[in-house]
C-alpha cells in the first residue's frame, strides 16, 4: 500500500507529465525505431521524407554526369553564376546595412504602430515574388511614384539593370536577416547596454561596442539566410530586372531559360544551385544553429 503521502508525489509527477514532462526529461529523443513509435506517426513522417527528398534524389539521379563540365564551363554558365553571386552578395549588404538598424528599433524602441510595422517588414516573406516585382515596377519603375522623380531629377533608371537585381533581391531577402537580428536583440540582455549608459556612452556607441558584438551570431546567420534567398529569387526578379544575359540574368533565371531549350544545361545549373544551398544549410549548422 502506498502512503497518504505519496499523493503529492503522484500529483506533481502527472502535472508535469500534463506540462511536458519534468525539466530533466525535456528534449530527449527516442533512439531507434522499434521502442514504441507509433504506426500512424512513423508512416507519415516517412512519406513526409520521400515527398522533401525524392525530387532532389532525381535530379541527382537525372544529373547528366557525362557532359557536365562542359556544361559549367561554358561562359553562358559562369556568366549567371558570377552575376548571381555578385548581386546576392551585394543585396546582403544592403540588408545588412537597413536592416540591422531596423531590427534594433522594433526590438528595443517602443512606439505605436510598432507592430503593424513589423508586420509590413515581414509581409515579403509571404507576398508572392511576381507581386513583389510588380510593387517594385510601380514605385521604383520611371512611372513610379518614387522612379519618376529618380529619372526626372537624376536621369537613374533602377528597371532592367543590375542594380535593379540588387533592389529586387534585396526586397525579399531582407526579412529574413530582420527576423534573425530582432529575435536575437530580444535575447540579447539590454543591462549591458544600460551599464554602458551609465558609464557615459551614447546609445550609438553602447550598441555599436556593447549590442553588435553580443548580436553577432544573429546577424550571421541571418546574413547568411538573406544571401542564399536573394540567390535563389526568381520571381521578383524577373519582373522588376527582366532576364538580359550578362545584365539581369541570375542562375535562376538562366535555368528557367535553358529548361525551356536545353532540359540537360537545366539539370546543371540547378545542381549547382543545390550545392550551393547544401554548402549554406552545412555553415549555418554547424557555426551557429547547432543545438548544444
Given at each position: 500500500?502506498?502512503s497518504?503521502?505519496?499523493?503529492?508525489?503522484?500529483?506533481?509527477?502527472?502535472?508535469?507529465?500534463?506540462?511536458?514532462?519534468?525539466?530533466?526529461?525535456?528534449?530527449?529523443v527516442?533512439?531507434?525505431?522499434?521502442?514504441?513509435?507509433?504506426?500512424?506517426?512513423?508512416?507519415?513522417a516517412?512519406?513526409?521524407?520521400?515527398?522533401?527528398?525524392?525530387?532532389?534524389?532525381?535530379?541527382?539521379?537525372?544529373?547528366?554526369?557525362?557532359?557536365?563540365?562542359?556544361?559549367?564551363?561554358?561562359?553562358?554558365?559562369?556568366?549567371a553564376?558570377?552575376?548571381?553571386?555578385?548581386?546576392?552578395?551585394?543585396?546582403?549588404?544592403?540588408?545588412?546595412?537597413?536592416?540591422?538598424?531596423l531590427?534594433w528599433?522594433?526590438?528595443?524602441?517602443?512606439f505605436?504602430g510598432?507592430?503593424?510595422?513589423?508586420?509590413?517588414?515581414?509581409?515579403?516573406?509571404?507576398?508572392?515574388?511576381?507581386?513583389?516585382?510588380?510593387?517594385?515596377?510601380m514605385?521604383?519603375?520611371?512611372?513610379?511614384?518614387?522612379g519618376?522623380?529618380?529619372d526626372?531629377?537624376?536621369g537613374?533608371?533602377?528597371?532592367?539593370?543590375?542594380?535593379?537585381v540588387?533592389?529586387a533581391e534585396?526586397?525579399v531577402?531582407?526579412?529574413?536577416?530582420?527576423?534573425?537580428?530582432?529575435?536575437?536583440l530580444?535575447?540579447?540582455?539590454p543591462?549591458?547596454?544600460?551599464?554602458?549608459?551609465?558609464?557615459?556612452?551614447?546609445?550609438f556607441?553602447?550598441?555599436?561596442?556593447?549590442?553588435?558584438?553580443?548580436?553577432?551570431?544573429?546577424?550571421?546567420?541571418?546574413?547568411?539566410?538573406?544571401w542564399?534567398?536573394?540567390?535563389?529569387?526568381?520571381?521578383?526578379?524577373?519582373?522588376f530586372?527582366?532576364?538580359?544575359?550578362?545584365?539581369?540574368?541570375?542562375?535562376?533565371l538562366?535555368?528557367?531559360?535553358?529548361?525551356?531549350?536545353?532540359?540537360?544545361?537545366?539539370?546543371?545549373?540547378?545542381?549547382?544551385?543545390?550545392?550551393?544551398?547544401v554548402?549554406?544549410?552545412?555553415?549555418?549548422?554547424?557555426?551557429?544553429?547547432?543545438a548544444?
Amino acid at each position: 500500500m502506498t502512503s497518504p503521502t505519496d499523493a503529492p508525489d503522484r500529483s506533481a509527477a502527472a502535472a508535469d507529465t500534463l506540462r511536458g514532462g519534468p525539466r530533466r526529461g525535456r528534449g530527449r529523443v527516442r533512439k531507434g525505431f522499434g521502442r514504441g513509435v507509433p504506426l500512424p506517426l512513423l508512416v507519415p513522417a516517412l512519406l513526409g521524407l520521400a515527398f522533401l527528398v525524392l525530387p532532389l534524389i532525381a535530379l541527382l539521379v537525372r544529373t547528366p554526369w557525362h557532359s557536365l563540365p562542359d556544361q559549367l564551363t561554358s561562359p553562358e554558365v559562369w556568366q549567371a553564376l558570377k552575376l548571381s553571386l555578385l548581386c546576392a552578395t551585394a543585396a546582403t549588404a544592403v540588408s545588412l546595412v537597413i536592416g540591422v538598424p531596423l531590427a534594433w528599433l522594433l526590438a528595443r524602441v517602443e512606439f505605436p504602430g510598432r507592430g503593424l510595422v513589423r508586420a509590413l517588414v515581414t509581409l515579403p516573406l509571404v507576398l508572392p515574388p511576381v507581386v513583389g516585382g510588380v510593387a517594385l515596377l510601380m514605385a521604383l519603375g520611371r512611372n513610379g511614384i518614387v522612379g519618376q522623380w529618380l529619372d526626372s531629377w537624376f536621369g537613374i533608371t533602377l528597371p532592367f539593370t543590375t542594380t535593379g537585381v540588387v533592389i529586387a533581391e534585396a526586397f525579399v531577402a531582407m526579412p529574413f536577416l530582420v527576423i534573425s537580428v530582432e529575435g536575437t536583440l530580444r535575447a540579447a540582455d539590454p543591462r549591458y547596454e544600460e551599464a554602458a549608459a551609465t558609464l557615459g556612452a551614447s546609445r550609438f556607441t553602447a550598441f555599436r561596442r556593447v549590442t553588435l558584438p553580443l548580436i553577432a551570431p544573429g546577424i550571421a546567420a541571418g546574413a547568411v539566410l538573406a544571401w542564399a534567398r536573394a540567390l535563389g529569387e526568381f520571381g521578383a526578379t524577373i519582373t522588376f530586372a527582366g532576364n538580359f544575359p550578362g545584365r539581369t540574368q541570375t542562375m535562376p533565371l538562366a535555368v528557367y531559360l535553358a529548361l525551356q531549350s536545353d532540359p540537360e544545361a537545366a539539370i546543371a545549373l540547378s545542381l549547382v544551385l543545390l550545392a550551393v544551398s547544401v554548402a549554406v544549410l552545412a555553415g549555418l549548422r554547424d557555426r551557429w544553429m547547432t543545438a548544444s
